[in-house]
């Protein structure tokens, strides 16, 4: 999983004061440095240098400020990543990517790699996440069909040999941080020979799964909070600044389609070449909110018509496809259980382990479904010190 961004702080608008929050530096030095990099950036770009406020922070080492023009036309962002800690070309390069896919990214306006400091533009202040009706679902398809249709877009632009491999290495390593950090570290436990012999035989399987499906463009992250909204005119002009969520949903839901309703992509760094099952079971299996299986059955089947019809790898018969994303969601959800723990733990951050049980339930809801993983069943309610679950429900947590 690529490290996730926290929702948006929003922007004000135009034309209002504002007072922003002292930015805080651990590093003495590297704020000098960001006040001399910012000074010339302002110069050059036309911005308002005395006007900078946190925009966003996520589970890496990188920040987000928002600083404003200087003539009120908008706002910029700001991207701090210490060069010790992030690496910004893959960044640089995925946003490359989708841009030429015909995807709304934000755009690099100036980058000092040695230090770290990058200015973009500014997609927004509010996530997907921020404008979904999680009482009605059928209230999103509008969101959820563009989000499908960003999906098929980056995935026929797909070729060989850009991005690393999503290989049989890196899924081990990413299903390795479940007992590192999840079992041994957060939980406390140490797992038997027979429970380490279970779970590796389960990794085994998964992975074989998993690597059977054909390689595409996979984001990695690609779920509502990394999926941001814009407007363009007439809906909202850029001065009022954000719309309610039922404003949203509302100019979706016209005849058009929400042409006036845009969603841009977020979080992109951790790109791979790799399972073309991995975006749609991230967008429907979200770190974040649980759907019921009929509104994720229905996504996903239009997620699947829309890539048979463009020509797309997939399944011929949606069955089997299910599967497949349910597999390869399983593997995720072990995997971000892992990291959240390992944020919460290493990196100081215990507000993403508050969403832990929703990757518990995911596991054992799919691992009840097949008989093949029946013994990781047993284990994680062994592990959770829970009751083996009847049935087939999959439901909200």
């Given at each position: ?21 002292p ?11 960001f ?26 080492f990188?920040r987000?400020?928002r ?14 990543a210490p060069p ?29 790699e ?15 996440l ?39 290495a ?7 941080l ?22 590796q ?41 954000s ?12 005849p ?24 749609i ?69 215990p507000?993403y382990l ?18 093949e ?6 284990l ?6 829970t ?11």
């Amino acid at each position: 999983m690529s490290p996730t961004a926290s929702p948006s702080i929003p922007a004000p608008p135009s034309g209002q004061a504002v007072t922003p929050a002292p930015i805080l530096w651990a590093d003495p030095a590297r704020e000098v440095a960001f006040q001399a990099w910012l000074a010339a950036t302002a110069t050059a770009h036309g911005l308002d240098a005395g006007i900078v406020r946190a925009a966003s922070a996520d589970a890496s080492f990188r920040r987000y400020f928002r600083v404003d023009r200087a003539d009120g036309t908008g706002h910029r962002i700001i991207m701090d990543a210490p060069p010790d800690k992030e690496n910004c070309q893959p960044f640089v390069q995925v946003a490359g990517l989708l841009q030429a896919a015909g995807l709304r990214v934000p755009e690099i306006l100036a980058w000092d790699e040695p230090q770290g400091f990058m200015l973009l533009s500014d997609l927004g202040a509010q996530t997907m996440l921020d404008v979904l009706d999680r009482d009605r679902p059928q209230a999103n398809l509008g969101l959820y069909q563009q989000a499908v249709d960003i999906l098929v877009d980056w995935q026929r632009a797909s070729r060989p040999g850009v991005l690393p491999a999503y290989d049989e290495a890196l899924l081990q390593r990413e299903l390795a941080l479940f007992p590192e950090w999840y079992v041994q570290r957060h939980r406390g436990i140490t797992l038997d020979d027979q429970q380490q012999a279970t779970l590796q035989a389960t990794f085994q399987t998964l992975v074989a799964h998993n690597l059977a499906a054909p390689s595409v463009y996979v984001h990695r992250d690609f779920m509502p909070r990394n999926l941001m909204v814009s407007y363009a005119a007439p809906t909202l002009p850029a001065a009022r600044g954000s719309l309610p969520p039922e404003g949203v949903r509302s100019a979706l839901g016209r005849p058009g389609g929400g042409t006036d309703v845009r969603l841009g992509v977020l979080d992109f760094q951790d790109a791979v070449y790799g399972p073309i099952t991995y975006d749609i079971a991230s967008l429907m299996r979200d770190a974040f909110l649980s759907w019921e299986e009929d509104f994720v059955l229905d996504i996903t089947v239009r997620y699947w018509q829309a890539a048979r019809k463009a020509g797309l790898p997939v399944h011929e018969d949606f069955g089997d496809f299910y599967r497949a994303v349910e597999w390869m969601g399983l593997q995720r959800h072990l995997k971000v259980a892992g990291i959240f723990a390992r944020i919460t733990l290493r990196d100081g951050k215990p507000k993403y382990l508050a969403d832990t049980p929703r990757f518990i339930h995911y596991i054992r809801t799919t691992a009840s479904r097949y008989r093949e993983l029946t013994p990781l069943l047993r284990l994680v309610d062994q592990i959770e010190g829970t009751t083996p679950q009847v049935g087939f429900a999959y439901g909200r947590v």
